[in-house]
């Protein structure tokens, strides 16, 4: 299960292709850098980097992409239990329609609602640098001809879909894109 995050790891921020990857959970604060990943089990993830990302998304079988932002207080395992959830039925719906593509940002879930609720806005205002940094690299992808040439150019479809508190993420990070 592929996925993009601007939470930090463990490790250091410098990206390393193939490395594997831990999210610092005590650590709430949106990153400036961004990392382009894979699931690998429960608790295991790699980095793969942006322009391995890309060309693998091009590759799939699937038609379509659904990039989903999760709500509030929601730490990575959940994001992929839901996203894995998203996933089966799209794939009960029709076989290799729709390939869903987390965006894991970084909040927390604190005791208490409020509290978790206002920590959790700030980390998603602060995403929207760095997530915006995403659709910028996308397009310099997109019209790369040796990366995604124009004689086999990906056709796929993009889908947004934001829940909850990631509709706060979406808005912020396509202004943060236009500025």
Excluded at 19 to 40: I, M, P, T
Excluded at 69 to 90: T, Y
Aim: glycine share 6%; hydrophobic share 40%.
């Amino acid at each position: 299960m592929l996925f993009i995050t601007n939470r930090f790891p463990t490790q250091s921020i410098k990206t390393r292709v193939n490395r594997g990857f831990d999210f610092d959970l005590k650590n709430n604060a949106a990153s400036n850098s961004v990392f382009y990943c894979r699931r690998v089990g429960k608790d295991k993830y790699e980095e793969v980097g942006g322009f391995n990302l890309m060309p693998e998304l091009k590759s799939s079988p699937y038609r379509q992409l659904l990039v989903y932002i999760h709500g509030f207080s929601n730490l990575p395992e959940a994001v992929f239990a839901g996203a894995g959830e998203f996933q089966a039925l799209c794939d009960k719906k029709k076989p290799n329609e729709v390939l869903v593509l987390q965006v894991i940002w970084p909040c927390d879930d604190d005791l208490g609602i409020v509290k978790d609720y206002w920590d959790d806005q700030k980390a998603a205002d602060a995403s929207a640098f760095s997530l915006a940094r995403v659709l910028g690299h996308f397009l310099r992808w997109r019209e790369d001809e040796k990366r995604n040439p124009t004689q086999d150019p990906c056709l796929k479809r993009i889908n947004m879909l934001a829940h909850s508190m990631g509709n706060r993420v979406l808005r912020e990070t396509l202004w943060a894109w236009d500025k």
